[in-house]
Every structure is written in C-alpha cells, then in structure tokens.
C-alpha cells in the first residue's frame, strides 16, 4: 500500500502488551476527531483496531504499528506486525471459546479488509467508507 498519497496520516507504534489494544482504541479516536470523521466511523474504527491489535499481541506475540490514513472517500487503517504467519480468515468458533472472533466481526464491520505480507511479517488492513 503506498501511504505517502493519502492527505491525512497517523502511525503509533504499540508495545507487545495487552494494553495495546486500549492504545490504539484512543489513538485512532483522536485521529477520527482530527480527521473529522463522524461517531459511527470513530466507533466502528475503534472496535476493529482493538480487534487487529489484540490479534498481533496474542497470536503474533509481536509489538505492532498502527497507521491510519484518510484518503478521499474512507478511512484506511493498518496493523502492521513482526509475525510471518498469515491469519487463516474468519473462523466458526463455539458459542463459549474465548478466542477466534477478531476476523469475523472485520469482516461483518468493515467495508474492505485484507492481509499482505511484508518485509518484516504482515499488514492486517481494513477500510471504512465515509459516504461522502
């Protein structure tokens, strides 16, 4: 993904902590209001970075960073992690698991989400569309 041509960008770069995730939650609520995204889009944003990054902290056992990009018409968002290993996709759990919802609540939520391998592991992405 070329980043460098979207007008408004953020990146955070986060611990391999389980407080991450309730970073990245304020860090991209705070982009949202700079950007001047509206609350469904904010609220929609942070429910997904909490789930990406609570999945490169647990299953990735990596540090990550987050960058969040407005280019025209949606908010791009990324998880980059320090883990090789590709996320196997949405995953039918049972009722009780505590674990294995993370890509299906993106993919219920997100208008575009996917996965790329990078030089140093992978970027788990997603798009919200602004409808402007």
């Known amino acids: 993904m070329a980043y460098e041509d979207f007008s408004l960008r953020a990146t955070v770069a986060l611990p ?3 407080t991450s ?3 990245a939650r304020k860090f991209i609520r705070e982009f949202c209001v700079a950007a001047e995204l509206g609350d469904d889009v904010c609220e929609k944003a942070a429910l997904l970075v909490s789930e990406l990054v609570t999945n490169a902290v647990i299953h990735g056992r990596s540090r990550a960073t987050l960058v969040a990009a407005r280019p025209t018409g949606h908010l791009h968002v990324a998880v980059l992690d320090h883990d090789i290993r590709l996320p196997e996709g949405p995953k039918t759990v049972a009722p009780d698991s505590e674990h294995g919802r993370g890509l299906r609540i993106v993919a219920a939520v997100a208008d575009r989400w996917g996965v790329e391998g990078t030089d140093e592991g992978k970027a788990v992405w997603f798009e919200l569309d602004l409808g402007n």
Do not use: D, G, L, Y
């Open 21 to 23: 995730a309730r970073q």
């Open 16 to 18: 391999a902590e389980r």
